[in-house]
């Protein structure tokens, strides 16, 4: 099973940070931890392009022993992180809204 956090944030105010600080506490305590940040894997808008280079990513953190998966979703709230979880095959999806 994968634990997989998706934080987002509809005003997009650069809550990013607050995903890779939890990615980091993460892997400081020394869990086999993943990030993707969909604003940096996101092309022109292309969603079915962006979907796919989310599941490669995730195959090959998932290769490496990542057992947590930690997303930056933008504005994208949780139907949108349900989507994307069912590309993680077994992941426990929780989802923060950031800044808070």
Do not use: C
């Not at 969603?47 to 990513?57: K, N």
């Not at 930056?72 to 950031?98: H, M, N, Q, W």
């Amino acid at each position: 099973m994968t634990e997989m956090i998706w934080l987002y944030d509809p005003a997009e105010r650069g809550q990013s940070a607050e995903a890779w600080a939890i990615y980091r506490e993460l892997f400081t305590r020394g869990t086999k931890a993943a990030y993707i940040d969909l604003n940096d894997i996101s092309w022109n808008g292309d969603e079915q392009l962006t979907r796919r280079g989310f599941a490669a990513l995730w195959r090959v953190y998932e290769a490496a022993g990542a057992r947590h998966l930690v997303v930056f979703g933008g504005a994208a709230d949780g139907a949108i992180a349900r989507e994307y979880a069912d590309l993680v095959p077994g992941a426990k999806l929780t989802v923060r809204r950031g800044g808070r």
